[in-house]
């Protein structure tokens, strides 16, 4: 079996090992939730004093033409395009992931009046559903979401299906959809894809152009590392930006927003996916998060978190295969995410015992222990020392205790 200094050998030939210091991380923490919300890059903290100190502070106003705030939303994009395959100027920083599939969801659906049903799966995470849900009711009932059981949704995209709309991977287990597979699947039947990237983004080496995706959303507070409701992002592809007419029409998607004309015009491109003022302190703290990702190579991460994982799983099998887990997520590491879940009947308990013991991970109902895997910080020993963690949890039944029986309101 693989020794702690075999991991530590790991980190010794690791090319991504010194980007670890560029993070503000907990002395004696093993944080493996990056997946849900990311740790401070060391860089935000002084951009965000530059911005409200010297910017805000200082420039007031004029800051909006002096340091280009009015662009903010565009530069930042243009950064994320860099990490999930598409081109500049095919991805805007704004809004939530909620809201810009909403947007999405309502510019594809008009791209397609003849067809009336969208295609999703019945386990992708619960706001894709819901939101599908609520443009339906409010354009009247016109369309059917068609919701699908099981991994495989390739076999129900017919002539009807206006839009395929999916996660590109599972919140809880970490499966992978093939997005080029799918995408061709959707465009074979006349139908547009819209994909969603928050457990993607920054883990992944998402390839939106190369597979011809049409639309895609994410946040970017995970594996970006923005903050706690940092900015989303969206994406639109070139061909389709002029054709699509986004439901929210606020001035800053207007083509001249300062004319302020009584009519509303769209801008050219993707400005027009735009709705209202962005927030200027938590864009840039977006943006100065970014930095850790200059001169990264993402098939180099993916490379890394598919090894991190693999290694976690061998350990937990050999270490922890007599306290009761059953591994949730695939084995085949194309298919696997940047994060492993186990489940367990006592997983709330095991999880908060974790938690005050050094190993961060979160808990899904009904009984999803999960562990993310951030490439960029993350050592191949703290896979060792938390597979010890959670030995010594099982043996001890340090989970028993009552107060890790109590949940709380984020799990």
Not at 47 to 61: H, P
Not at 149 to 168: C, K, M, N, R
Not at 223 to 245: C, E, M, R, S
Not at 350 to 378: C, E, K, N, T, W
Request: glycine letters at 8%; proline letters at 4%.
């Amino acid at each position: 079996m693989i020794s702690r200094d075999d991991m530590a050998a790991l980190d010794q030939a690791d090319s991504l090992a010194l980007l670890r210091d560029k993070f503000d991380l907990p002395d004696g923490m093993i944080y493996l939730d990056g997946n849900s919300l990311g740790p401070v890059p060391k860089g935000v903290s002084a951009r965000l004093k530059e911005v409200v100190e010297a910017q805000w502070g200082n420039d007031l106003i004029k800051s909006w033409n002096v340091h280009n705030w009015m662009d903010l939303a565009q530069r930042v994009g243009d950064r994320i395009a860099n990490l999930i395959g598409a081109d500049q100027g095919e991805v805007l920083a704004c809004d939530t992931t909620s809201i810009n599939l909403f947007k999405l969801l309502a510019a594809a659906l008009e791209l397609r009046p003849d067809r009336h049903v969208i295609i999703g799966q019945a386990d992708n995470f619960p706001t894709d559903n819901y939101l599908a849900e609520g443009l339906i009711r409010l354009t009247g009932g016109r369309h059917e979401l068609r919701l699908i059981e099981g991994d495989d949704l390739t076999a129900a995209i017919d002539d009807s299906v206006a839009l395929v709309f999916l996660t590109q991977v599972d919140y809880r287990t970490g499966y992978v959809q093939d997005m080029a597979a799918v995408t061709k699947a959707a465009h074979n039947a006349g139908a547009l894809i819209l994909w969603h990237l928050c457990h993607s983004a920054g883990a992944l080496n998402v390839r939106l152009n190369a597979a011809e995706a049409d639309f895609a959303a994410g946040c970017s507070y995970k594996y970006l590392n923005g903050g706690p409701g940092a900015p989303a992002f969206l994406f639109v592809a070139k061909h389709l930006q002029d054709q699509v007419q986004q439901p929210l029409s606020g001035w800053h998607g207007h083509a001249a927003p300062f004319e302020f004309e009584r009519a509303y015009r769209p801008a050219p491109g993707i400005t027009r996916q735009l709705c209202g003022t962005l927030s200027i302190l938590a864009l840039s703290a977006l943006d100065a998060a970014l930095d850790v990702f200059d001169d990264v190579d993402m098939a180099d991460l993916r490379a890394k978190s598919q090894m991190l994982t693999a290694l976690f799983i061998d350990l937990m099998e050999k270490r922890c295969g007599s306290h009761g887990f059953t591994l949730a997520t695939t084995r085949d590491q194309t298919r696997r995410g940047s994060q492993v879940s186990w489940r367990h009947d006592m997983g709330y308990p095991i999880m908060q015992a974790l938690i005050a013991d050094g190993v961060v991970g979160d808990f899904r109902s009904p009984d999803i222990l999960r562990f993310g895997f951030a490439p960029l910080y993350l050592r191949y020993v703290d896979v060792w020392d938390a597979v010890t963690v959670i030995d010594r949890v099982m043996v001890d039944r340090r989970w028993d205790r009552p107060e890790f029986h109590q949940r709380a309101a984020v799990t």
